[in-house]
């Protein structure tokens, strides 16, 4: 895929609750100067294929130098001052927001920095480029949003991954366990066991590499999960909870709207209606 560039913010979403995207910027041999700006909006960046010395920049008056290679993932907060010494040459998406999703986004801070590829990570791309070539169908707007979100989550993962080289492996493969099996109920004193740490130094280092408890880490997913069975309208809204790994359907409901501000019978019967209506919504 070229540079290319897709305003997302006019195009009615299905659900709610998730960050909408406003601009989504995809650009190859990227350089970009910034002269003493300062940001308006919230900027998700990926950044690849860097060539070339690393960039030197101003953050907010410190002094910065980015990394010369790999990957690295930055979150662009609304006042943030930025002054280039020196850009570098790289391949980048820029994902732009609202202000106002700010504090969604705090809580994702662990995740800046350099991080490496997964076949996941490479596998939602291809996904996120196919979808942006399809904005113009009921429910791909959506499905974009959460794909960038998933993006993010995948990088938390490969960042704790990368962590456990020097800390303790132990977590990130019960990190990647849960990952794979996030819809059956985790018996994390047995995997624990499993894997040589007791339940304290488990905990104490995965509050290290993830910003979300186990419990929380395995619920982020299933809700995403859920989201796209109702947004694909091929399950009840039962059926979807079950599929999920959820036992209880009105506790499922609860974390449901909690997390998207929508409950799921809402925003099952808004897919299907916008379905209906402009057409079926391919998977």
């Known amino acids: 895929m070229g540079s290319k560039s897709y305003t997302l913010e006019e195009i009615p979403r299905l659900g709610s609750g998730i960050p909408r995207i406003f ?11 910034h002269k003493n ?7 998700l960046c990926f950044c690849s294929g860097k060539r070339g010395a690393p960039s030197e920049y101003i953050c907010d008056g410190a002094r910065k130098v980015g990394p010369s290679r790999g990957l690295s993932f930055s979150i662009i907060f609304p006042g943030t001052k930025l002054h280039t010494i020196s850009p570098q040459k790289h391949d980048e998406i820029c994902v732009f927001y609202r202000p106002n999703t700010a504090p969604f986004w705090e809580s994702y801070r662990s995740a800046i920095g350099v991080f490496e590829p997964t076949v ?4 939602l791309l291809d996904e996120l480029r196919e979808t942006l070539l399809h904005l113009d169908t009921p429910g791909f707007a ?3 949003d959460l794909l960038v979100l998933s993006l993010v989550n995948e990088v938390l993962i490969s960042k704790a991954a990368m962590r456990n080289a020097s800390s303790h492996a132990g977590v990130a493969s019960v990190m990647s366990y ?8 985790p ?15 488990f905990y104490r280092e995965w509050q290290k590499q993830c910003p979300l408890s ?8 299933r809700l995403a999960y859920a989201a796209r069975l109702l947004e694909e309208g091929r399950l009840s809204v039962s059926e979807c909870a079950l599929e999920c790994g959820f036992r209880s ?4 409901g609860v974390c449901f709207r909690k997390r998207f501000q929508v409950a799921p019978s809402v925003y099952h019967k808004q897919c299907a209606s916008s379905a209906s209506n402009r057409g079926t919504i391919k998977p």
Do not use: V
């Open 214 to 221: 186990p419990i929380e880490f395995i619920q982020e997913h």
């Open 249 to 252: 359907i009105s506790y499922f």
């Open 120 to 123: 996941r990570y490479e596998r």
């Open 23 to 33: 601009i989504l910027s995809w650009m190859t041999d990227h350089i970009y100067w």
């Open 178 to 185: 849960l990952l794979t099996h996030f819809t059956e109920e």
């Open 142 to 144: 959506d499905r974009a």
């Open 37 to 43: 700006s300062q940001e308006k909006n919230l900027g």
């Open 187 to 201: 018996d994390i004193a047995k995997l624990c066991q499993e894997y040589g740490m007791s339940r304290r130094n």
